[in-house]
């Protein structure tokens, strides 16, 4: 047994398509998910019981509580294993906005359980810790992958897309939280839309892939940018930097992503965007 040190990488749905609420209060859905090279630190290790340390830039505003993922699955996880609480101490360094529409938490929970299934030499696949996963949020079994994935239904149903290609990309967040909740109620006062998922784009160079998500949407963009106006600022400054191909928000926001042809553009513009606007959480990436 060891200490165990992960990244539970920001999720991007470069597209999202969603249906009318059921009656169980979820909403179909459409999407192809990436992931980028950045995200929040999540170290675990053997202990005498379980424990959650929070630090990092964001940390303050994430507490350590029972509501917290983290915990909720790793609790998950010992009922799986026949152990109430997993002995192992996590430190979760918060490099990433909270209420963002990156999938920080559920991230972040995949990562732990990774983590705890090493540092305890646990005998249990990825598979078996997305379904201990899916118990603690719809997102859960792709952000335990963290891999490029077409989700349907709840966002559950996942089809993993090796063909997606790297794609350089500057992730903005403008510091308000976009409350997922909130927006969905929001999106559900306006006409209903189609959790349809679009025909795969016929050839997947970084070239015809953005040209084929600039065809797509996300349905939640609307909602937000009524109950967040600053989202929209940011989607307007963001598709001003030089060499920007596509601009669209993330999730249920407040995060906008940019793409462009090459990792070099991205850094200069995510540079030029930092300086213009210093209170803005700006990052350069590569989402995979």
Same mark, same amino acid.
């Given at each position: ?23 169980? *209060? ?42 917290? +993922? ?10 799986? @294993? *026949? ?35 090493? &540092?305890?030499?646990?005998? +249990? ?37 090796? !063909?997606?290609?790297?794609? /350089? ?24 839309? @189609? ?21 797509? =949407?996300?349905?939640?963009? @609307?909602?937000?940018?009524? +109950? ?13 930097? /030089?060499?920007? =191909? ?11 992503? &940019? ?15 930092? !300086?213009?606007?210093? *209170?803005?959480?700006? !990052?350069?990436?590569?989402? !995979?």
């Amino acid at each position: 047994m060891a200490t165990v040190r992960l990244l539970a990488p920001a999720k991007v749905n470069l597209f999202l398509h969603v249906g009318p609420g059921g009656t169980d *209060g979820y909403h179909p859905l459409a999407s192809l998910v990436a992931f980028a090279g950045i995200g929040d630190d999540v170290t675990v290790q053997p202990a005498g019981r379980l424990s959650l340390t929070v630090t990092g830039p964001f940390g303050q505003g994430l507490g350590a509580g029972d509501d917290n +993922l983290i915990l909720k699955a790793l609790r998950a996880l010992g009922e799986v @294993t *026949g152990a109430a609480d997993p002995p192992v101490a996590v430190t979760l360094d918060k490099q990433l906005p909270i209420a963002a529409g990156l999938g920080g938490g559920s991230s972040d929970a995949g990562a732990a359980l990774k983590g705890a299934r090493d &540092a305890l030499g646990l005998s +249990l696949d990825d598979e078996a810790l997305a379904d201990i996963a899916a118990g603690v949020g719809a997102d859960g079994p792709m952000c335990l992958h963290a891999r490029a994935a077409w989700a349907e239904d709840r966002g559950d149903r996942l089809t993993f897309e090796p !063909r997606l290609p790297p794609l /350089p990309a500057v992730l903005i967040n403008p510091g308000v939280p976009s409350s997922t909740g909130a927006v969905y109620r929001r999106y559900d006062e306006g006409p209903a839309g @189609t959790a349809d998922r679009p025909a795969p784009p016929g050839d997947w160079g970084l070239s015809s892939v953005i040209d084929w998500l600039s065809a797509r =949407r996300n349905d939640l963009e @609307t909602p937000a940018i009524a +109950l967040e106006p600053v989202i929209g600022q940011t989607l307007k400054e963001a598709a001003r930097l /030089p060499g920007v =191909r596509l601009v669209r928000m993330s999730g249920s926001g407040a995060t906008v992503f &940019a793409l462009f042809d090459t990792a070099e553009q991205a850094v200069e513009a995510a540079r030029r965007l930092a !300086r213009s606007h210093p *209170g803005w959480w700006v !990052r350069s990436t590569i989402l !995979r």
